[in-house]
């Protein structure tokens, strides 16, 4: 027996894990979070808060609290491929381009959907993107021969003369100024790819060479394209990927309110977005506070477990402080505390709450307590100690269900019982045994299957009706 007591108490150390305080418990994922570290991401939609890249869920933790349903709020901060995502799915759903948010978006990056050619266009820039670039009102040429809207153009063709410079150098850009005379410069830039004359391999110089420059055709302000001189620039077709780029590019980014400086998209477009679009995000915040926050960060959270009790520790004699009230509020500290791996994970440290009244307070609150006090373990109950054991967890109503009916006949066929009730008893029969006869008569059979007969009778009624009533049953 003694063995025997032995080993059931190490079973019983083993799946409560021989701990005295309660320790980690993982909170149910919220819905629309998904992903797996580093790749988390959430769907937003209308029941959720937002605040600049900030999307805030109210309802979205279940507290393991047994007796006491808790819900505690989350927040996400969107990650920063998270406008290249919004941005691909804009590009693939143009009829979301009438959306506040996403409307003032594609204004900002002159984007425009041509709805006879069905597709994204973009007024061409002025930096010789697409072959269209702003003319100056003049000409410039670095050999008299060919002639370019713009001294950038001129410069690109002379540094790419076949020949111009020696093998071991290489070129590594150009650039168009005017000196303080107002005269047209080209600087080139090149690097040594080899020691060459006393200079290293990997230094680098640039000349300045001087270009023409003459009156152009097409005036001051208009636009230089392959068709002509225009005043208007023509708009250029965007594929998904130039659509994502003038949508993120850093020089238009406007600012949004209540939006990092160097956050492109305005935070409405999450919201905007067909629902459920996941976006990624950041590791996600427990019980952020207030919910509306520019820098969400964990809270803990108190949860009451039972009204007020007297305080063992309470010295009436003493200054009432913090810690020293007459009564304490048990309950259990829900401390975030999770991992890349586990984002949900939390710690459920039972505590006593030192109060002055013994009025109930079953209301959670996010004050941290920071006169808590661990809850001795001799007070701590089951659950407490072990809030993940099967015997702690809370069980859903499964509700009642509707039984499938079903009908089955049944007919009763009268019978007059066990053989006519006017039969006789068969005549003896005769064996000749060495010339004698002798007979064999059934009178003694014939006396005693009449006195058996209503016994085997009333069996056979006794099984049909067990019969009957198990087919009833199974009906």
């Not at 996400?76 to 290249?84: E, G, K, Q």
């Not at 259990?332 to 505390?337: A, D, L």
């Not at 005769?430 to 085997?456: E, S």
């Amino acid at each position: 027996m003694d063995r025997l007591a032995k080993l059931v108490a190490a079973f019983a150390c083993l799946f409560a894990l021989c701990s005295a305080h309660a320790g980690y418990a993982q909170l149910a994922t919220p819905e629309r979070f998904g992903g797996a570290y580093p790749n988390f991401t959430f769907a937003p939609s209308a029941n959720d808060a937002k605040f600049g890249n900030i999307a805030f869920q109210p309802n979205a933790l279940k507290v393991p609290v047994p007796g006491t349903p808790t819900i505690m709020p989350a927040a996400y901060r969107f990650a920063a491929n998270a406008p290249r995502v919004a941005a691909g799915v804009i590009f693939m759903h143009p009829a979301l381009r009438t959306a506040a948010g996403i409307a003032a978006w594609l204004g900002v990056a002159k984007i425009v959907w041509d709805e006879v050619e069905k597709k994204w266009k973009r007024a061409a820039d002025s930096d010789g993107q697409g072959g269209v670039s702003t003319s100056d009102g003049f000409e410039y040429s670095h050999d008299l021969v060919q002639w370019f809207s713009s001294g950038s153009q001129a410069c690109q063709s002379y540094a790419s003369t076949p020949g111009l410079f020696g093998k071991n150098v290489k070129l590594t850009g150009t650039r168009f100024y005017l000196d303080r005379y107002n005269t047209p410069f080209c600087a080139i830039t090149l690097v040594l790819t080899e020691d060459y004359n006393g200079s290293k391999a990997g230094e680098t110089y640039t000349n300045h060479i001087g270009i023409h420059r003459r009156q152009g055709a097409c005036p001051t302000g208009w636009y230089v394209t392959p068709a002509g001189c225009v005043q208007t620039p023509p708009p250029q077709e965007l594929g998904r990927d130039q659509f994502e780029d003038a949508l993120l590019k850093p020089d238009k980014q406007p600012g949004w309110p209540r939006v990092p400086a160097d956050w492109p998209m305005p935070e409405s477009v999450p919201w905007e977005l067909p629902f459920p679009t996941p976006l990624p995000v950041q590791p996600p915040m427990i019980n952020p506070a207030p919910s509306t926050n520019p820098n969400p960060l964990h809270n803990p959270k108190f949860v009451p477990t039972g009204d007020p009790v007297a305080n063992p520790r309470y010295d009436p004699n003493a200054a009432p402080s913090p810690q020293n009230q007459p009564y304490i509020q048990p309950g259990i500290r829900v401390q975030p505390s999770p991992t890349p791996t586990e984002p949900w994970r939390v710690d459920l440290q039972p505590v006593n709450r030192p109060t002055d009244s013994t009025d109930p307070k079953p209301d959670p609150g996010t004050d941290p307590g920071d006169n808590d006090k661990p809850k001795p373990d001799e007070e701590q109950s089951l659950c407490e100690k072990h809030p993940d054991i099967l015997a702690c967890q809370k069980l859903d109503d499964p509700g009642d269900k509707d039984l499938q009916s079903s009908e089955k006949p049944i007919s009763i066929t009268p019978d007059s019982g066990w053989g006519a009730d006017n039969a006789t008893c068969p005549a003896p029969r005769h064996l000749m045994v060495q010339g004698r006869d002798i007979p064999i008569p059934f009178d003694l059979f014939c006396t005693w299957a009449q006195g058996i007969r209503p016994i085997i009778l009333a069996m056979a009624w006794l099984s049909a009706a067990f019969i009957l009533l198990g087919a009833r049953d199974e009906s």
